[in-house]
Each structure stands twice: as structure tokens, then as C-alpha cells.
Nanobody, 116 residues
Framework: QVQLVESGGGLVQPGGSLRLSCVPSGSIFGFEAMAWYRQLPGEQRELVARMPRTGSSHYRDSVKGRFTISRDYAKNTVYLQMNSLKPEDTAVYYC??????????WGQGTQVTVSS
């Protein structure tokens, strides 16, 4: 069973920045893609950014130009750098790992709150 450990959430003022981190229990080499999702209370979980092992990353329109997904193989960590944060970015953010077998794994979630 793969476990994903997220960190980096918190409270930030509008216009501020946060960096989320995700460390899987297995090597990130073993996953077809890594992604970040978010979920607002009472709403469906939505894709924020997805980074395939090869090829270009994909972002939802509302975060393009503000969020960046990246990975550090040496640290076996996937990041979500979030800049120019807005109150509407407030949500629980989840790391997701898509294995080549078709299995999908989730982290426990980290709260991001953007408020003055």
C-alpha cells in the first residue's frame, strides 16, 4: 500500500504564497503521474495540477500562471508552489499518485486557507 504524506498547508493572506510538499512511500519513478487536487466543503474534489512522468504538466484554468507543480527526484518529493493566492483557493489540498498498474493513491489532505 502506497502512502502519500503531504505538508505545507496553512493560513496565508491574499496575494501570499505557500508551497505544498508530497512524499510517497515508494519512488516517484514508479508512478505514471503525480497530481494535486483540492476540495471545498460540500463540493467535488477537483484537479488543480497534474504532472505526467513524461510530457507537459496540466493546470486548471483558474490557477494557470500562479501555481506550479514540480518534482525533485533526489528528495523523492512533489511540490505545488502556489503564488498570488486568492480566497477562492481556500480548500483541502490532496496529493494523488497514479501508478502504472492503474491504482490511484491519495494523501490525507492539507488545509490551505487564504484570508485577511
Amino acid at each position: 500500500q502506497v502512502q502519500l504524506v503531504e505538508s505545507g498547508g496553512g493560513l496565508v493572506q491574499p496575494g501570499g504564497s505557500l508551497r505544498l510538499s508530497c512524499v510517497p512511500s515508494g519512488s516517484i519513478f514508479g508512478f505514471e503521474a503525480m497530481a494535486w487536487y483540492r476540495q471545498l466543503p460540500g463540493e467535488q474534489r477537483e484537479l488543480v495540477a497534474r504532472m505526467p512522468r513524461t510530457g507537459s504538466s496540466h493546470y486548471r484554468d483558474s490557477v494557470k500562471g500562479r501555481f506550479t507543480i514540480s518534482r525533485d527526484y533526489a528528495k523523492n518529493t512533489v511540490y505545488l508552489q502556489m503564488n498570488s493566492l486568492k480566497p477562492e483557493d481556500t480548500a483541502v489540498y490532496y496529493c494523488n499518485a497514479e501508478h502504472y498498474s492503474g491504482e490511484s493513491y491519495w494523501g490525507q489532505g492539507t488545509q490551505v486557507t487564504v484570508s485577511s
